[in-house]
């Protein structure tokens, strides 16, 4: 079956259960989404609510998707409702939550009651794991190719990192096109930029938010979330991988990571994006009052290219870096 889900979860547990796990955030984004959106929006879903909600679900309804995943806790909470148009709808669906206070017993139930509705036991997942981490070592190793020497740019970066959600839906796949990347940009002569940045919040929708960076003599060095995705800890208990995940959890939490690659990635600014309506944007003022490095905040609402009055916002606050 094709598992699609709404943002990340134990991914190999529906790989051990000989599953196709979906990202549905990476099949609307990378398909036709403004179409996608106005599909939803034609059916029904308000205005003022948030762009990835109505993407994902015109996605449902356009791809062979056989059952949906939906976290409940820990994300978007949206996703109660996106749940029950679908289970009215006909679509299967199966509910997934974080525990709000990061418990380990609390998660340990959720991963095994996930594992037995899929007939996947431990063992079976863990030696799933064990492939994945194999994977995601090389993607440690393209992280430090965006921030130590400039190889990967800043879109590839987040391309690579924000895939690795569901592995294109095929980890071996995934790892054989990962190795040739390797070492195309291995090819690459090493650079530096004069200023770098880090990108917090959730991936953007903004489409050429990365390339108008690097046109103007900046580089983003650090993709908070999608590094997150990337389970970069390997932690050998799976238990223990999903707690370090630091999106499903509390800001402080975040902020904890954020400070960290400040220091190791030399960052010079954060650019704090947030998707309209989403209750994330919050958090700007937590990370005002917490991290001390200049920092501007972007929204972004509907899927389209950078607009001029972002533009202007980015050039003007990269140009006072350089100052």
Sequence with gaps: M???????????????AGHTPVDLNNVFINTHPSKLVKN???????????????????????????????????????THSLMSILQDEGVAVLPFSYPWDRDAATLEKEIIRFEKYFGVSRKQTNSIKLQLDKIREKLILLDKMTYQTNQVTSAENHTWLVNSTDFNGDFSVYESDLDRF?????????????????????????ENIYSFIE?????????????QFSM????????????????????????????????????????????????????????????????????????????????LRIESFIEMLHG
Excluded at 189 to 200: H, I, K, P, T, Y
Aim: with cysteine; net charge neutral; hydrophobic share 40%.
């Design 2 to 16: 094709r598992i699609g889900f709404t943002t990340s979860l134990p991914v190999e547990v529906i790989f051990a």
């Design 40 to 78: 939803a929006e034609l059916f029904g879903f308000p205005r003022n609510i948030c762009a990835w909600i109505k993407g994902m679900y015109a996605a449902i309804k356009e791809q062979k998707i056989d059952m949906v995943i939906g976290i409940v806790q820990g994300d978007c909470s949206n």
């Design 182 to 206: 390797l070492e195309l940009a291995g090819r690459r002569e090493s650079s530096q930029s004069a200023v770098r940045l880090g990108f917090v919040g959730v991936p953007p929708i903004i």
């Design 215 to 227: 046109e103007n003599s900046a580089r983003v060095v650090y993709n908070e979330v999608q590094r």
């Design 232 to 311: 970069y800890y390997l932690e050998r208990d799976i238990v223990a991988q999903y707690l370090r995940f630091t999106y499903p959890y509390d800001i402080f939490t975040r902020i904890e990571d954020i400070r960290l690659a400040i220091v190791e990635r030399k960052i010079d600014g954060l650019i704090c994006y947030t998707q309209s309506f989403c209750h994330r944007q919050l958090d700007f003022i937590s990370l005002k009052k917490h991290i001390d490095i200049p920092m501007i905040q972007i929204e972004g609402d509907q899927p389209s290219r950078i607009d001029s009055r972002t533009k």
